[in-house]
């Protein structure tokens, strides 16, 4: 033991199985989706851990685990492949009796109660690995330690529209919670808990145990852990956070997250030295963009020959984009091949899929509110055939 104490770890929540993210997640955990031409949505969250001077980070994964582990691997991409510390993939084990799931957010973390022993902490960071955001988790660390608090949840305000989607936080004016409630039907305030936790884990080693020992619990941080901690009049803190935060949980949300990219004005800024988003580079060529290709308001990652017409897109590396193809307002995952003369519009092109010639995907929508665009959505490795259509809206798997 002795050394290897660290004053704080995170554990990441990377189990989502994102059933709203339809054929995208058919095969992958959402946190390994593509983003953002280079990335997987779990950079986000690996990358503030690292920026924010946390060297030791649990990842909890359980559906579908095998790309996640591959794709993490010894965490050097992240500078996370420590000798004390570093970064683990945590499966949920075998038990003597019986293997289980992970049945609630708070039963993963208490499966590995020994993980974070080993490292006896002070303060464990609780992440979730399916949200793109920057966000300094340090400054958070020091204000539950100025609180003197045995809990601090970030929040945010949303809309009153939107604030039955979320645990929402009744607090004092200097920032104390005298009341949680999750998702409730009439919302009290606007204060929204993002799913990020600092806990003090003496406190929380406690209620995991107290919470598991308990046969009605859902096992669950904003059903039972939260609520009974402020029960028993712990001191709990909200800290505001107010960058750019998206739950990129739906297909709408991934694709507008995505076009968040390539318009500065929103806030999710990946061409900021002083906070870099780190990620697994594949060992591509540069892109290539032929005599008749055209690129405007676009992302283009390396590995990729263009020869057609790309338009506020996000185009993946190693996508091939056919002569006379027309790519507008949509995202092209990595590997994917659009023929030529094939026409993608509001669309999200899985990994390694192929447009054949002449085909069509997605249309255009009069510019309206973002809600009422239907992206079409075709699932990796699928193949649209010559002239084929999928219509707006429409999944493909």
Not at 238 to 267: C, P, Q, R
């Amino acid at each position: 033991m002795g050394n290897n104490k660290k004053e704080c770890i995170a554990m990441l929540l990377a189990g989502g199985q994102g059933t709203r993210l339809g054929v995208l997640t058919t095969d992958v955990a959402k946190p390994a989706v593509p983003f953002g031409a280079k990335y997987r949505i779990i950079d986000f969250t690996l990358s503030n851990c690292v920026n924010s001077g946390i060297d030791t980070v649990g990842v909890l994964t359980q559906y579908r685990p095998f790309e996640l582990h591959q794709y993490i691997g010894n965490g050097q991409p992240w500078d996370l492949d420590r000798l004390n510390g570093g970064v683990y993939v945590l499966p949920p084990f075998m038990r003597a009796k019986s293997g289980e799931w992970y049945k609630g957010t708070a039963n993963a973390i208490c499966q590995n109660i020994d993980f974070i022993d080993n490292y006896d902490p002070e303060y464990v960071v609780i992440l979730s690995g399916d949200h793109i955001y920057k966000m300094d988790y340090a400054k958070m660390v020091e204000a539950h330690k100025a609180n003197n608090a045995q809990c601090t949840i970030a929040v945010r305000k949303v809309p009153m529209t939107e604030a039955h989607r979320f645990g929402i936080m009744n607090m004092k004016s200097d920032g104390t919670i005298y009341e949680f409630e999750e998702k409730p039907k009439q919302p009290k305030s606007n204060n929204a808990s993002m799913g990020i936790y600092v806990f003090t884990w003496k406190t929380l080693r406690k209620y995991l145990l107290d919470d598991d020992a308990d046969p009605n619990s859902e096992n669950d941080f904003g059903k039972n852990i939260i609520p009974n901690m402020l029960k028993d009049g712990n001191k709990m803190f909200g800290y505001d956070f107010e960058g750019y935060w998206k739950d990129v949980g739906t297909i709408s949300s991934l694709w507008e997250a995505n076009m968040d990219i390539l318009h500065e004005t929103e806030g999710l800024n990946l061409e900021d030295d002083s906070w870099k988003v780190y990620a697994r580079n594949q060992a591509e060529p540069p892109q290539f963009v032929g005599a008749n290709g055209k690129i405007v308001d676009s992302l283009v990652s390396e590995g990729t020959i263009i020869e057609g017409t790309c338009r506020n897109s996000i185009i993946s590396h190693s996508c091939r984009i056919g002569k006379g193809a027309n790519i507008e307002g949509s995202i092209i995952m990595p590997g994917a091949v659009i023929e030529d003369g094939a026409d993608v519009r509001y669309s999200i092109v899985g990994w390694n899929a192929t447009i054949k010639k002449g085909a069509k995907v997605g249309e255009t929508l009069p510019p309206s509110n973002p809600g009422e665009w239907e992206i079409a959505v075709v699932g990796p490795a699928v193949t649209i055939k010559e002239n084929g259509v999928v219509a707006k809206g429409e999944m493909i798997g």
